[in-house]
């Protein structure tokens, strides 16, 4: 087999696992963007506006490097390496974007591209960049990506998905995003603004505290969390996780006036799972100072 039908299978591969699996696409997002590189003294946020004909995702992350190009232009590569966090969703990261998409034009200084895909093809359109006109950016962005729904129905899922499905607990798992913003903007839902983050807190080792703000339009609301994480090493080995033989288990209680709340929790690996009960017995031994 030459480089050429090699490259041409890879793809038609890839596209077969777009349309048989759900990849969960705006998850994949926002754990790249957790991932990705920010400057010091940044907090790092991730805007999702949805509008009727397509989705803008706007980032404050340093922007795009000439490997990061190469990388989401081929399949099964990607610049994170065996970095623990990094989904590993068989090789097909980014492009699971296609799950809705036709279209997804990505635009971070000095790059301005765009990839194309159609039921029809062989998947070679979501690994060939085409170059596309620069769009405006509102300060503070460094990359933005619009994805180009294939029909409304694809626009109703991702709708429905903000506002019934992600946990606003997803923050907790995550290393640097600090916000993530909803800004909802279609013909068969009011307008809404929702956005979540973390509030600095007392993160003192017999604390442990975060806290997630929920602002929707006017209406404010914290909520509380006990968390502990936990490093787990010598992992078996599995061909999801290529070269990781450890990870980070987080745990975290919410709390509503100093009481833990007992109520089914959504479980997360990397991607939130499921919601689900346990009944743990937690002893914390709160230390005092001399």
Known sequence: MNSKSKYTDHSFRLAEQLNTKDTRFIYELIQNADDNHYLDGVEPFLEFTLQEEYLKIESNEVGFSPDNIAAISKVGRSTKGSKRGFIGEKG????SVFRVARK????????????????????????????????PIRDGVQTQMILHFRDRRTREQVLDEFLHHLPLTILLFLKQLKRVTLDIKVPEHASQRISY?????????????????????????????WVKKQQVYDMP??????????????????????????????????????????????????????
């Not at 000095?110 to 620069?134: C, K, Q, R, W």
């Not at 690996?269 to 743990?280: G, Q, S």
């Open 104 to 135: 997804v034009h990505i635009q971070s200084e000095p790059y301005s591209f765009a990839f194309i895909y159609d039921d029809d093809d062989s998947g070679l359109g979501m690994v060939t960049p085409l170059n596309e006109p620069y769009l």
């Open 92 to 95: 097909i990261g980014f492009k």
């Open 197 to 225: 983050s973390v509030l600095p807190t007392d993160s003192s080792p017999t604390k442990n505290r975060v806290i997630i703000r929920k602002v929707d339009g006017n209406s404010s609301s914290d909520y509380e969390f």
């Open 237 to 290: 080995p599995h061909s999801a996780r290529k070269n990781i033989s450890q990870a980070e288990v987080v745990l975290a209680f919410p709390l509503l006036d100093e009481v833990p709340v007992i109520e089914s929790q959504w479980i997360s690996a990397y991607l939130p799972m499921r919601k689900e009960t346990f009944k743990v017995r937690l002893r914390i031994i709160l230390l005092a100072s001399c």
